[in-house]
């Protein structure tokens, strides 16, 4: 069987989707993060796989990009995760009703 | 043989994808997510994207999977593995997603660009589709010429496309985007030292916690210790 563009599109939307519901179902902050970044490494796997079958190279260069800001976006939001953690002594979203109208 | 290892590295992927998000224990979830990256450069290299699967592997799978653990060893998350899942709510989601999917082969299935295989690739990898535009002048652009371009490997392209100085014919250059993205890091950085940052209370030394709470040394036993 000869594989297509669409297979890797598949597998990418198949992996967006695993990270959109590990955003909405999990309350660990710390778990919803990690989806956050499986959804971007699946936009970063379709960013290659059109890279590859259009024949041009920007695609890579983009997802190079990509990955360096997702490292600076963690580190970042990590540094967000434990400063709520030292103030609030959770990281569960159902605990963090501070803005809750 | 190419087919084989395209279900091995994709199957794997997802997975560890699903057990990211339905592990309870957080540092398992971790390694599952690395495990799914490592996967994912498996796929890059199917893809000829050699340079991006080393990156992959070493920048997300090796420094921010390492943060990811670091800071979950930090914050004690024991309590929440023993929250009750709300059955309703995963249901929901799950419908939400098998939306956004059915979405997604809808306009996979439409469109026909999507069928083609590699062997239906142009030789060359950097070579147009379209022959109305010419493959020559771009990879001229990046300071070589075709032939030179075609022996190049993957590094050294995505090198030159990142680094092009010669837009006159209308190429994309790279240079400002990767200079603007050292000052991004800088700010993150900055930001997360500041976020971090304790507050400017005097708080006790370690020294004074521990002359408070044990019981004082002996001076010889301290000048001991000090040598």
């Not at chain 2, 893809?47 to 653990?69: N, R």
Request: with cysteine.
């Amino acid at each position: 069987m000869e594989i297509t563009l669409n297979h890797y599109l598949a597998v990418a939307a198949v992996l967006f989707a695993i990270g959109l519901m590990g955003v909405v179902m999990r309350r660990n902050l710390l778990i919803i993060y990690m989806s956050l970044e499986m959804m971007l490494q699946a936009a970063n796997l379709t960013f290659v796989a059109f890279s590859r079958f259009n024949g041009y190279l920007d695609g890579q260069v983009f997802v190079f990009f990509v990955i360096t800001v997702a490292a600076a976006e963690v580190a970042v939001g990590l540094a967000l995760i434990v400063a709520l953690y030292r103030l609030k002594r959770t990281t569960t979203t159902q605990d963090l009703t501070t803005l809750k109208f | 043989m190419n087919a084989l290892f395209f279900w091995l590295f994709s199957g794997g992927m997802i997975v560890c994808a699903l057990a990211v998000i339905l592990n309870r224990n957080a540092v398992a979830s971790a390694l599952c997510f690395t495990f799914s990256i490592v996967f994912m450069a498996g796929l890059f290299v199917m893809l000829s994207a050699f340079f991006l699967a080393a990156v992959q592997i070493l920048v997300t799978a090796g420094a921010v999977m390492v943060l990811f653990l670091f800071i979950i060893m930090l914050l004690d998350l024991t309590a929440m593995e023993h929250v009750p899942r709300q059955k309703i709510w995963m249901g929901f989601t799950l419908l939400l997603a098998l939306g956004f999917l059915l979405i997604v082969a809808k306009v996979l299935a439409a469109t026909p660009l999507g069928f083609m295989t590699e062997n239906s690739l142009p030789a060359s990898y950097t070579t147009e589709l379209e022959p109305t535009k010419a493959p020559v002048a771009k990879s001229a652009a990046q300071g070589v010429t075709q032939a030179q371009w075609d022996e190049l490997d993957d590094t050294h392209r995505i090198g030159r496309l990142l680094f092009a100085t010669d837009t006159s014919d209308g190429k994309t250059s790279y240079v400002a985007p990767f200079e603007i993205t050292s000052l991004l890091i800088l700010v993150a950085t900055i930001g997360v030292i500041v976020l971090c940052k304790q507050d400017d209370r005097p708080r006790p030394s370690k020294r004074e916690i521990i002359t408070r709470e044990a019981p004082p040394i002996e001076p010889e036993k301290e000048t001991a210790l000090k040598h």
